[in-house]
């Protein structure tokens, strides 16, 4: 289970992606980037969120620690900006944090260094979740303290928004010509090898696990929220073994760039 705060203030919006998360303060005093369940995309960006985090984390790579924040939708009555108010007034139970790191800069493939070996991890990891969130434009990874950090996971694993099709859906390929790092060589290769044989059902079921019941409840055709944690899994066993041949676009073009 992810670690569980509540918040006890709300600091600001982040105004730069779409789904308007915002700083908060939580009772224990962290300070979080906080994604509502009251958001547009709903309670299945957090679960893209919490899967996609956790596994990355076991697998070496860094990606701020996740919490469960409560929320008090009374916290909202004090807002001045309306469609920040409705989104607290919308967004009662748990939300999900992420610790804020601060002075942390947006990656800009111009300005940075990364290495064959990084790159391909990185690149891997996002064909496996299929994440349409890190290209160039938008890259979603931050320099914190000289090292890269993975954040903005919501948009991965598309085949939970149509179950019956998740099994045809997860076999697509992956197409890296638009990805931040393409640029830089990755070496998919080795970090197939090195990867792919640490996805095992045991450490899916440790991810899922992670996910809070009540974002989990009352999705449509399973019985129960495990049946649903296996759903998530499945997807990502099958695709681990053989994603790294089926990324397209690593032949040194770099899309519309
Ligand atoms: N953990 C974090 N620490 C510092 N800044 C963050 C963190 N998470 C997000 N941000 C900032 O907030 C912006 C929006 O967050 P993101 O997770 O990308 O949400 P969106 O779905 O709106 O794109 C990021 O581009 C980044 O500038
Ligand atoms: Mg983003």
Same mark, same amino acid.
């Given at each position: 289970?992810?670690?569980?705060? $509540?918040?006890?203030?709300?600091?600001?919006?982040?105004?730069?992606?779409?789904?308007?998360?915002? #700083?908060?303060?939580?009772?224990?005093?962290?300070?979080?980037?906080? *994604?509502?369940?009251?958001?547009?995309?709903?309670? *299945?960006?957090?679960?893209?969120?919490?899967v996609?985090? %956790?596994?990355?984390?076991?697998?070496?790579?860094r990606?701020?620690?996740?919490?469960?924040?409560?929320?008090?939708?009374?916290?909202?009555?004090?807002?001045?900006?309306? %469609?920040?108010?409705?989104? #607290? *007034?919308?967004?009662? /139970?748990?939300?999900?944090?992420?610790?804020?790191?601060?002075?942390?800069?947006?990656?800009?493939?111009?300005?940075? %260094?990364?290495?064959?070996?990084?790159?391909?991890?990185?690149?891997?990891?996002?064909?496996?979740?299929? $994440?349409?969130?890190?290209?160039?434009? $938008?890259?979603?990874?931050?320099?914190?303290?000289?090292?890269?950090?993975?954040?903005?996971?919501?948009?991965?694993?598309?085949?939970?928004?149509?179950?019956?099709?998740?099994?045809?859906?997860?076999? *697509?390929?992956?197409?890296?010509?638009d990805?931040? #790092?393409?640029?830089? /060589?990755?070496?998919?290769?080795?970090?197939?090898?090195?990867?792919?044989?640490?996805?095992?059902?045991?450490?899916?079921?440790?991810?899922?696990? %992670?996910?809070?019941?009540?974002?989990?409840?009352?999705?449509?055709?399973?019985?129960?929220?495990?049946?649903?944690?296996?759903?998530?899994?499945?997807?990502?066993?099958?695709?681990?073994?053989?994603?790294?041949?089926?990324?397209?676009?690593?032949?040194?073009?770099?899309?519309?760039?």
């Open positions: 289970m992810l670690k569980e705060v $509540n918040a006890s203030r709300y600091i600001t919006p982040l105004r730069e992606g779409g789904s308007l998360p915002g #700083l908060v303060e939580a009772d224990d005093l962290g300070t979080y980037v906080m *994604k509502f369940t009251g958001a547009g995309q709903g309670r *299945k960006t957090l679960v893209a969120e919490v996609c985090g %956790e596994l990355a984390r076991r697998l070496g790579l990606v701020p620690g996740l919490v469960t924040i409560g929320l008090d939708p009374v916290l909202g009555l004090g807002e001045p900006d309306q %469609e920040v108010q409705e989104l #607290l *007034k919308s967004s009662g /139970g748990p939300n999900l944090g992420m610790d804020f790191l601060p002075r942390a800069i947006g990656f800009d493939p111009l300005a940075f %260094e990364v290495s064959a070996r990084e790159a391909g991890r990185i690149v891997w990891f996002d064909a496996l979740v299929n $994440n349409v969130d890190r290209s160039w434009r $938008n890259p979603n990874l931050l320099m914190w303290h000289g090292e890269l950090w993975l954040i903005d996971h919501g948009a991965t694993m598309i085949w939970h928004h149509h179950w019956p099709g998740a099994e045809t859906s997860a076999a *697509k390929p992956y197409d890296i010509s990805h931040a #790092l393409a640029p830089f /060589g990755p070496d998919i290769a080795a970090a197939a090898a090195e990867l792919a044989p640490r996805i095992t059902e045991d450490l899916l079921a440790e991810v899922t696990a %992670e996910i809070p019941d009540a974002w989990l409840a009352g999705e449509p055709g399973f019985d129960t929220v495990d049946e649903l944690r296996r759903a998530y899994a499945r997807p990502l066993l099958a695709r681990a073994a053989v994603i790294h041949e089926r990324i397209k676009g690593i032949d040194g073009s770099e899309g519309d760039r």
